[in-house]
């Protein structure tokens, strides 16, 4: 009897929503387990059908940015409840509102929130909807990064606070005009920040105790651009990309390797710099708003990068709010003045061609954007692919959901899904500007006013 009824739990279990014959990844942190963008899973749908894919939960949240982590059965989500204030999108001022910062633990599986933690933060930045960072989650901690600069490190299973740090008050950091963006890297025993000040653009902190290991860089300002971490030369270097420079460091120390003008404008260093194999040698590509983009090569023994070609004007392409990626000799991404997912010759910054089916629909403006997550079942080395991915899901500002095949010739797609509403605005239209989570076979992804989970399971 116990055999038999061991054989019947085992048929059951494999017949229940999300059990699969293999094992399901998560995505702790911002662009996923390797910070890559790249999602590895398996047994996953190659193409979204005409009535679109299975929901499996929908909750309401509050207003935010960030991005949902998953991570060992939970997602978890940053928001923000306003209590007073006006929001208005304006670029050039910030919104003075008045609210609590939220970090959310929901269960993956039904949607049910299994705890909250919360604190009172004024803001007084631009876009203020909400954070802008999506938590990062290692070794039962959840560590986030609110949009004023409250740094968080938070028991995974309880909500309880380990310890914390405010930016501004510890370092005289200023709260850039669009917030604190750079989600927060665990690397080893150190989670590096963008935090700003004189000669704390970047700290490490010992991530367990939340002392300070290590501080380093002044800029004019920090910028928005997430820590990097990259591997050239046989050297694990992190890339800190401030306002006016990129800047290679010493992970363990914050000792100085090399450093690189790079300079966009209203100090918009935002993207993640990309580091790949190409025709030209191990390669790393950044670019911003202001048409200024550049491509290095990066030294074969040791620390270093001298430059290959600077953008011109129609040439290559400056992004901003999503990070674009290196297969083969082709760079893919959304350009910021034209708002057209675009494709680049990497040996040359020629475009290849665009499109604003990805990005803005219909619509014509600046800063159209698209998040680009590489389905790579078979793994991938993170370092750029021979040739381009198979599927590329891509989730664009109009909560569309889209499955396509990037490819030097062309964009092609395999069917898309309204995922969710955009409820915020940018120039007008209305956008949803959230990097979504690949894990357990389903896509999460939020807007303003709710969390959703989809089956993207075969």
């Keep these: 009897m116990h055999s038999r009824s061991l054989v019947i739990g085992i048929v059951l279990a494999s017949c229940l929503p999300g059990a699969s014959r293999l094992r399901a990844d998560d995505w702790p942190q911002w662009m996923g387990p390797r910070r890559d963008g790249v999602w590895r899973e398996a047994d996953v749908v190659e193409a979204i059908p005409a009535g679109g894919l299975p929901l499996r939960w929908r909750i309401a949240v509050k207003a935010g940015y960030a991005g949902p982590a998953v991570a060992n059965g939970r997602v978890y989500l940053m928001d923000y409840d306003r209590r007073e ?11 003075t509102l008045a609210g609590n910062e939220r970090v959310l633990c929901i269960d993956a599986a039904t949607g049910e929130i299994v705890w909250k933690h919360e604190y009172d933060c004024p803001y007084s930045i631009s876009y203020a909807a909400g954070p802008r960072c999506t938590p990062t989650v290692a070794d039962g901690k959840v560590y986030t990064l609110g949009a004023e600069g409250h740094l968080t490190c938070l028991d995974a299973t309880t909500g309880a606070v380990i310890w914390k740090k405010d930016l ?6 200023p709260t850039p005009i669009w917030g604190f963006c750079g989600h927060p890297l665990v690397e080893g025993d150190l989670l590096v920040c963008l935090v700003g000040g004189p000669g704390s653009v970047a700290v490490a902190f010992d991530r367990h105790s939340g002392r300070e290991a290590w501080r ?27 306002a006016d420079k990129l800047n290679s460091l010493d992970v363990a120390t914050g000792r100085l390797f090399w450093s690189q003008p790079l300079k966009p404008s209203y100090g918009m ?21 202001g048409q200024v983009g550049a491509l290095y090569r990066l030294a074969e023994r040791g620390p270093g ?17 999503s990070t674009p990626y290196v297969a083969g000799d082709t760079l893919y991404g959304c350009d910021c003045e034209t708002g057209y997912l675009t494709a680049a010759d990497v040996t040359t910054g020629r475009r290849l061609w665009e499109t604003g089916a990805a990005t803005m629909g219909d619509r014509r403006g600046r800063h159209g954007t698209a998040f680009l997550v590489r389905h790579e079942p078979a793994g991938g080395t993170g370092r750029g692919e021979a040739k381009p991915p198979a599927r590329t899901w891509i989730f664009a500002e109009t909560g569309d959901l889209i499955v396509a095949r990037l490819t030097p010739e062309k964009y092609e797609e395999f069917g898309r899904m309204r995922l969710l509403e955009p409820t915020n605005e940018c120039f007008g239209r209305e956008v949803v500007w959230s990097h979504p989570a690949f894990a357990g076979r389903s896509v999460f992804a939020r807007n303003d006013v709710e969390l959703v989970c989809v089956s993207v399971e075969k």
């Design 85 to 95: 204030g006006t929001l208005a999108n304006d670029p050039g001022g910030r919104s």
């Design 168 to 173: 501004r008050a510890d370092y005289g950091a």
């Design 216 to 242: 380093a860089i002044t800029a004019s300002e920090s910028g928005y651009c997430p820590p990097t971490m990259i591997e050239s030369g046989g050297q694990r270097q992190l890339v800190i990309w401030d």
């Design 269 to 289: 260093s935002i993207m993640a710099p990309q580091v790949a194999d190409t025709s030209l040698g191990r390669i790393l590509f950044a670019s911003g708003i």
């Design 305 to 321: 990068a001298e430059i290959l070609w600077r953008g011109k004007p129609k040439e290559a392409m400056y992004c901003a709010n």
